[in-house]
Protein backbone atom coordinates (compact mmCIF):
# COMPACT_ATOMS: atom_id res chain seq x y z
CA UNK A 1 0.00 0.00 0.00
CA UNK A 2 2.93 2.43 0.94
CA UNK A 3 4.02 1.46 -2.31
CA UNK A 4 1.02 1.98 -4.62
CA UNK A 5 0.74 5.75 -2.49
CA UNK A 6 4.30 6.98 -3.01
CA UNK A 7 4.51 5.74 -6.96
CA UNK A 8 0.89 7.40 -7.11
CA UNK A 9 2.38 10.51 -5.68
CA UNK A 10 5.57 10.49 -7.95
CA UNK A 11 3.33 10.30 -10.78
CA UNK A 12 0.78 13.03 -9.71
CA UNK A 13 4.23 15.39 -9.04
CA UNK A 14 5.11 14.81 -12.04
CA UNK A 15 1.94 15.61 -13.94
CA UNK A 16 1.39 18.74 -12.10
CA UNK A 17 4.62 20.26 -13.34
CA UNK A 18 7.03 20.19 -10.15
CA UNK A 19 5.27 22.81 -8.06
CA UNK A 20 5.38 20.60 -6.04
CA UNK A 21 7.84 18.00 -6.90
CA UNK A 22 9.75 15.89 -4.56
CA UNK A 23 13.64 17.57 -4.73
CA UNK A 24 14.60 14.64 -7.23
CA UNK A 25 12.41 15.44 -9.83
CA UNK A 26 13.32 18.87 -9.79
CA UNK A 27 16.20 20.31 -11.52
CA UNK A 28 18.88 20.60 -9.42
CA UNK A 29 21.45 22.25 -11.64
CA UNK A 30 19.02 25.34 -11.87
CA UNK A 31 19.75 27.21 -8.39
CA UNK A 32 15.48 27.91 -7.52
CA UNK A 33 13.98 26.40 -9.77
CA UNK A 34 11.26 23.45 -8.66
CA UNK A 35 11.04 21.65 -11.73
CA UNK A 36 11.11 24.34 -14.06
CA UNK A 37 8.80 26.53 -11.48
CA UNK A 38 11.09 29.76 -10.29
CA UNK A 39 10.26 31.28 -7.14
CA UNK A 40 9.12 34.23 -8.69
CA UNK A 41 6.50 32.78 -10.35
CA UNK A 42 5.05 31.59 -6.94
CA UNK A 43 5.45 34.08 -4.90
CA UNK A 44 2.75 36.42 -6.48
CA UNK A 45 3.18 39.65 -4.32
CA UNK A 46 6.71 39.68 -4.33
CA UNK A 47 7.28 39.70 -0.40
CA UNK A 48 10.06 37.56 -0.86
CA UNK A 49 7.94 34.86 1.02
CA UNK A 50 5.60 31.73 -0.49
CA UNK A 51 2.38 31.73 1.37
CA UNK A 52 0.49 28.65 1.37
CA UNK A 53 -2.33 30.43 0.13
CA UNK A 54 0.11 31.00 -3.25
CA UNK A 55 1.18 27.64 -3.22
CA UNK A 56 -2.26 26.39 -3.13
CA UNK A 57 -3.56 28.95 -6.23
CA UNK A 58 -0.35 27.58 -8.55
CA UNK A 59 -1.14 23.88 -7.76
CA UNK A 60 -5.02 24.07 -8.33
CA UNK A 61 -4.04 26.56 -11.75
CA UNK A 62 -1.87 23.81 -12.92
CA UNK A 63 -4.36 21.15 -12.25
CA UNK A 64 -6.80 23.20 -13.98
CA UNK A 65 -4.90 23.26 -16.68
CA UNK A 66 -5.09 19.20 -17.15
CA UNK A 67 -8.79 19.49 -17.52
CA UNK A 68 -8.01 20.22 -21.99
CA UNK A 69 -11.96 20.12 -22.37
CA UNK A 70 -12.92 22.50 -19.78
CA UNK A 71 -15.63 19.83 -18.32
CA UNK A 72 -14.79 19.52 -15.10
CA UNK A 73 -13.19 16.52 -15.04
CA UNK A 74 -9.77 15.32 -15.77
CA UNK A 75 -10.07 12.15 -17.91
CA UNK A 76 -7.36 9.24 -17.94
CA UNK A 77 -6.96 10.68 -21.77
CA UNK A 78 -6.03 14.17 -20.56
CA UNK A 79 -3.49 13.08 -17.73
CA UNK A 80 -1.94 10.80 -20.37
CA UNK A 81 -1.39 13.77 -23.14
CA UNK A 82 -0.22 15.64 -20.06
CA UNK A 83 2.60 13.48 -18.91
CA UNK A 84 3.45 12.46 -22.38
CA UNK A 85 3.85 16.42 -23.72
CA UNK A 86 6.11 16.90 -20.30
CA UNK A 87 8.05 13.66 -21.08
CA UNK A 88 8.22 14.33 -24.81
CA UNK A 89 9.76 18.36 -23.60
CA UNK A 90 12.43 16.57 -21.33
CA UNK A 91 13.62 14.62 -24.94
CA UNK A 92 13.55 17.23 -26.42
CA UNK A 93 15.96 19.12 -24.34
CA UNK A 94 18.80 15.72 -24.27
CA UNK A 95 18.98 15.87 -27.88
CA UNK A 96 18.70 12.34 -28.54
CA UNK A 97 18.53 10.84 -32.09
CA UNK A 98 14.79 10.42 -33.79
CA UNK A 99 15.65 6.00 -32.95
CA UNK A 100 16.80 6.61 -29.25
CA UNK A 101 13.90 8.86 -28.68
CA UNK A 102 11.15 6.53 -30.27
CA UNK A 103 12.16 3.97 -28.11
CA UNK A 104 12.05 5.81 -25.35
CA UNK A 105 8.96 6.98 -25.82
CA UNK A 106 7.03 3.60 -26.50
CA UNK A 107 8.76 2.46 -22.90
CA UNK A 108 7.33 5.88 -21.58
CA UNK A 109 3.69 5.46 -23.32
CA UNK A 110 3.44 1.79 -21.65
CA UNK A 111 4.62 3.15 -17.94
CA UNK A 112 1.92 6.58 -18.48
CA UNK A 113 -0.78 3.91 -18.55
CA UNK A 114 -0.10 2.28 -16.03
CA UNK A 115 0.54 5.46 -13.88
CA UNK A 116 -2.81 7.05 -15.14
CA UNK A 117 -4.11 3.65 -14.09
CA UNK A 118 -3.00 3.58 -10.48
CA UNK A 119 -3.83 7.65 -9.68
CA UNK A 120 -7.52 7.04 -10.99
CA UNK A 121 -7.86 3.65 -9.04
CA UNK A 122 -6.31 5.95 -6.04
CA UNK A 123 -7.39 9.17 -6.13
CA UNK A 124 -11.15 9.05 -8.28
CA UNK A 125 -12.93 8.71 -5.30
CA UNK A 126 -17.17 8.36 -6.99
CA UNK A 127 -15.11 5.85 -9.41
CA UNK A 128 -16.41 7.78 -12.66
CA UNK A 129 -13.42 6.82 -14.38
CA UNK A 130 -12.08 10.63 -14.41
CA UNK A 131 -10.60 13.09 -11.85
CA UNK A 132 -12.46 16.37 -10.37
CA UNK A 133 -10.71 19.38 -9.30
CA UNK A 134 -11.51 18.22 -5.91
CA UNK A 135 -10.63 14.75 -5.91
CA UNK A 136 -7.27 15.93 -7.28
CA UNK A 137 -6.94 18.68 -4.59
CA UNK A 138 -8.16 16.14 -1.85
CA UNK A 139 -6.17 16.85 1.18
CA UNK A 140 -3.57 14.61 2.12
CA UNK A 141 -1.48 15.04 5.09
CA UNK A 142 1.44 12.14 3.87
CA UNK A 143 2.32 14.02 0.97
CA UNK A 144 2.07 18.17 2.30
CA UNK A 145 4.54 19.48 0.04
CA UNK A 146 3.81 22.60 1.25
CA UNK A 147 4.75 21.59 4.93
CA UNK A 148 8.01 19.72 3.66
CA UNK A 149 9.25 23.03 2.14
CA UNK A 150 8.16 24.95 5.48
CA UNK A 151 11.21 23.67 7.33
CA UNK A 152 11.01 26.71 9.58
CA UNK A 153 7.33 26.18 10.44
CA UNK A 154 6.55 29.69 10.10
CA UNK A 155 3.64 29.21 7.47
CA UNK A 156 5.59 30.60 5.02
CA UNK A 157 8.14 29.17 2.23
CA UNK A 158 11.87 31.34 2.35
CA UNK A 159 13.76 31.43 -1.34
CA UNK A 160 16.21 29.76 0.51
CA UNK A 161 13.76 26.66 1.44
CA UNK A 162 12.74 26.74 -1.97
CA UNK A 163 16.39 26.97 -3.18
CA UNK A 164 17.70 24.19 -0.76
CA UNK A 165 14.70 21.50 -1.97
CA UNK A 166 15.90 22.69 -5.39
CA UNK A 167 19.56 22.14 -5.17
CA UNK A 168 18.41 18.67 -3.62
CA UNK A 169 18.44 19.16 -0.16
CA UNK A 170 16.69 15.70 0.79
CA UNK A 171 17.14 15.51 4.66
CA UNK A 172 13.20 16.90 5.32
CA UNK A 173 14.99 18.33 8.65
CA UNK A 174 13.72 20.62 10.16
CA UNK A 175 15.79 23.78 11.00
CA UNK A 176 17.73 23.18 14.37
CA UNK A 177 16.72 19.44 13.77
CA UNK A 178 19.49 16.94 13.28
Same mark, same amino acid.
Given at each position: ???A +? ?8 ? !???? *????A ?16 S ?5 ? +? ?6 E?E $???? $? ?9 NG???? =? ?20 A?K? =??K !? ?10 V ?7 D $????G???? =? #?? *?A??E???H????D?? #?DG???E???? $? ?14
Amino acid at each position: MIKA +NTVTSIALIA !LLGG *TFSAAAHGSKSDKGMKGGVEFSTLDTDN +NGQITKQEFE $AHKL $AHITALDADGNGQISA =EELSASMKSRFEARLADKNHSADKT =EKK !LERMEKKISKRVARMLSKLD $ANEDGALSI =E #EM *TAKNERHDHFAKRDTN #EDGMISEEEFN $AKASGDKRGNKRGHK
